[in-house]
């Protein structure tokens, strides 16, 4: 099993900045591909962006391309999600995601990801 625990969210301004960050335990994720969704209140959840087991493919949904950057540090057993120019439509609670083990390509469907965290608030001001 997999635990993830989300933080660094909280209250910005627009065109502020956030970094949240996914700490894993329980089982190494270097083997594994990770994402970020999120889920504004009314709304389904949505990819956000996803990262292979290396770190060597990202992919972004539209909605936050050239404004978020999604890294790793294996040896951390982490995961990050840096998230500038931040908009009030990023308002929404942030989830982190792992796939299976040695499962590790970077994936934009839910349905890949089998274990997830609670989740961290995100709310920007205008």
């Known amino acids: 099993q997999v635990q993830l625990v989300e933080s660094g969210g909280g209250l910005v301004q627009a065109e502020g900045s956030l970094r949240l960050t996914c700490a894993a335990s329980?089982?190494?994720?270097?083997?594994?591909?990770m994402g970020w969704f999120r889920q504004a209140p009314g709304k389904e959840r949505e990819f956000v962006a996803a990262?292979?087991?290396?770190?060597?493919?990202?992919y972004y949904a539209d909605s936050v391309k050239g404004r978020s950057t999604i890294s790793r540090d294996n040896a951390k057993n982490t995961v990050y999600l840096q998230m500038n120019s931040l908009k009030p439509e990023d308002t929404a609670v942030y989830y982190c995601a792992a796939r299976k083990s040695l499962y590790n390509g970077a994936s934009y469907d839910f349905r890949d990801y089998d274990y997830w965290g609670r989740g961290t608030q995100v709310t920007v001001s205008s």
């Open positions: 329980g089982r190494t994720i270097s083997s594994r591909g």
């Open positions: 990262i292979s087991s290396g770190g060597g493919s990202t």
